[in-house]
């Protein structure tokens, strides 16, 4: 990768740490395009089935390094977005790992991830409008449908901070846990996904993302467009099997 990414494997997962600490792991080019990269090998790898990002020093991600910004290093890639992540989230399931600040783009790099396990002082925020700037990452596309209307408004609105345990209470933080613990409790999170069958696991997770925007009357066969390769794989047969006879299965990922 990078110096600004540390990518290890823990298994059946990739662990991406963000490795800005002197800045709160602020995202400039280098850092969006070590995390592009480790995304395509996430994806590539058959060996890995879920993917988690987290960021070192104490802090998840405070967003754009608005220094870069000004020197016109941006951290977005064409096609993938900020962080060469949130507009091209990884194909299989990705978990986010907070600690400390996920702010404006660190909040938006949670928000495009399919889970979150947060530290009990974590915060996380878009405080865009306090710089003049919007928060185009995902923020103002996504926060509405993870909190409610108002309480999402008003956080767009202010750029103030909500809790992680607010953001529990609401629903879009999976579990709280001890400050220090949020790795730990992923991958804990992680092992029990990476259990299941790769091909179903990202079957799932494109239904679930595409289809808010299907019709009514195509969200049928889009589905099965997605699925059906699943149920005639010999993943689908291995898990019968292993189900009847009482033992692990060992998915081949076809």
Not at 12 to 23: C, G, M, W
Not at 56 to 77: A, R
């Amino acid at each position: 990768m990078s110096d600004e990414l540390i990518f290890e494997t823990h298994g059946a997962v990739a662990i991406l740490r963000i490795n800005r600490p002197e800045v709160r792991n602020a995202i400039n080019g280098a850092t969006a395009r070590a995390i592009a990269s480790a995304i395509d090998e996430l994806d590539e790898r058959e060996d890995l089935a879920v993917g988690i990002i987290t960021g070192t020093g104490g802090n998840f991600c405070s967003g754009m390094d608005l220094k870069g910004f000004l020197t016109g290093d941006l951290p977005s890639i064409k096609g993938r977005g900020f962080a060469g992540l949130v507009q091209a989230p990884p194909h299989k399931p990705l978990i986010a790992a907070v600690e400390g600040f996920a702010l404006a783009g660190g909040c938006e790099i949670a928000l495009a991830s399919d889970l979150i396990v947060a530290g009990e002082s974590a915060t996380f925020g878009l405080p865009e409008p306090k710089r003049g700037l919007v928060p185009t990452g995902g923020g103002a596309l996504k926060l509405h449908k993870r909190l409610p209307y108002h309480v999402a408004m008003e956080l767009l609105l202010s750029g103030d901070a909500i809790t992680a345990e607010r953001a529990h209470h609401f629903g879009m933080v999976n579990h709280v846990v001890a400050d220090g613990t949020a790795l730990d409790a992923a991958i804990e999170l992680s092992e029990r996904l990476a259990v299941n069958a790769p091909l179903a696991l990202e079957a799932i997770k494109q239904v679930v993302q595409q289809s808010p925007y299907w019709s009514h009357e195509e969200t049928d066969r889009k589905q099965r467009e997605l699925t059906d390769h699943v149920f005639t794989s010999e993943d689908a047969r291995e898990g019968s099997r292993a189900f009847a006879e009482k033992r692990p299965a060992q998915w081949r990922r076809r």
